[in-house]
């Protein structure tokens, strides 16, 4: 298994702003997954990209994927108080465990 | 619809006492299950992972070990904590079979502080 690793940390953005976080890690994957998790929460799922697809929407979320250069991104578009939380990216080979990094903040000013 | 229940929510044990984290998973049947330890301001650590009663893998040598006595409910436990043992617990599971991982879904966690 491998984990991935976000960047940046932390990020602060005033609401209605667009936020991208950017997840790099080092080996082939089959899938790569993003996860939202508030403060003293769980995680909750927010999409999964497969390697064979490039591109992924899901409502304000818009997820990238370049195998080539092994990285995925992230972008919230007009973001939102609510956004404000951490942001975990979980890329896998296959049926394995799955590993998370450090995560990044996302902080969203009213 | 599945559900997952861990608990308690919070806890305070002194050093040297025993642990028992207990998870629960509704709504389907022979899931991976996971725990996963977060300290203060930082990311996940997975501690151990099963994909079925009795196949439990251990990520990191440690002071806890974990258990699965029915198929849809595991045991984090420790018989000693220290007070390298305090941190955010999460319980998760996702649905095993096939060549790929699939959406993983957590519990909302205990936070364990050990004084």
Redesign the interface.
């Known amino acids: 298994s491998q984990q991935g690793e976000e960047d940046p940390q932390a990020l602060s953005i005033q609401e209605g702003e667009n936020a991208t976080m950017n997840c790099s890690y080092k080996t082939s994957i089959?899938?790569l997954?993003w996860?939202r998790q508030n403060s003293?929460?769980?995680?909750?799922?927010l999409i999964?990209i497969?390697s064979n697809e490039r591109e992924k929407h899901s409502g304000r979320l818009r997820v990238t994927l370049d195998t080539s250069k092994k990285s995925s991104s992230l972008l919230i578009t007009a973001s939102r108080a609510a956004d404000t939380a951490s942001y975990?990216c979980?890329p896998?080979r296959?049926?394995?465990?799955?590993?998370?990094?450090?995560?990044m903040k996302l902080t969203v000013n009213p | 619809s599945q559900t997952i229940h861990q608990w308690p929510a919070t806890l305070v044990q002194p050093v040297g006492s025993p642990l028992s984290l207990e998870c629960t998973v509704e709504g389907t049947s022979n899931p991976n299950l996971y725990w996963y330890r977060q300290a203060a301001g930082r990311g996940l650590q997975l501690l151990f992972y099963s994909i079925g009663i009795d196949q439990i893998s251990s990520e990191v040598p440690q002071n806890l070990s974990a258990s699965r006595p029915q198929d849809r409910q595991f045991i984090l436990s420790s018989k000693k904590l220290l007070l390298s043992d305090s941190g955010f617990y999460l319980c998760a599971w996702s649905r095993a079979g096939g060549r790929w991982n699939t959406e993983a879904f957590f519990g909302q966690g205990t936070r364990l502080t050990v004084v």
Not at chain 1, 40 to 45: D, K, P, S
Not at chain 1, 94 to 103: A, C, N, P, T
């Open positions: 089959n899938n997954q996860y003293g929460r769980g995680l909750v799922h999964l497969r975990f979980a896998s296959g049926s394995e465990k799955l590993v998370f990094g450090k995560g």
